[in-house]
């Protein structure tokens, strides 16, 4: 039923709803409760803050015409409410990407000290025992 509402609420974006706020509005998810009732649409705007302000106003303005378009072409008793929830998705992968940038380029900065760094002591930190003349009695008994 999700995938059916999501498909019938982008075809009402993009050919029917004619508000001059609506922007470049992208459908990506429709999430609809066990009982019917309540589908929540997320959605994205290509553009600015204001852009997406005046989308959200367009959508929750066409909520009506859009939610009555769903219930005649799904053909369920009851039609869900509906309610538009601008999606977090694209700012939280921006965010994961320069996060991800950042850890690369602090990983390059330590590969490059690694590189050119010296021990802080001998160069051989490990005690070897000095070679031997063959007379240890470990070795005869053996």
Do not use: C, W
Not at 42 to 48: E, I, W
Not at 94 to 104: G, K, N
């Amino acid at each position: 039923m999700a995938e059916r509402i999501q498909q019938v609420v982008a075809r009402m974006l993009d050919t029917r709803i004619k508000d001059p706020r609506l922007g470049f509005v992208t459908v990506t998810d429709v999430r609809v409760t066990g009982d019917l009732q309540h589908a929540t649409v997320f959605y994205t705007v290509l553009g600015s803050d204001e852009e997406r302000a005046a989308s959200g106003a367009a959508l929750e303005s066409a909520k009506g015409v859009i939610r009555s378009e769903v219930g005649r072409q799904t053909g369920i008793r009851l039609t869900p409410t509906l309610e538009f929830v601008p999606d977090a998705l694209p700012e939280t992968a921006a965010s994961l990407e320069e996060t991800l940038r950042e850890a690369a380029a602090r990983d390059a900065e330590v590969a490059a000290l690694a590189a050119s760094a010296t021990p802080a002591g001998e160069a051989d930190p490990y005690r070897r025992d000095e070679p031997d003349d063959g007379d240890d009695e470990a070795t005869e008994n053996r």
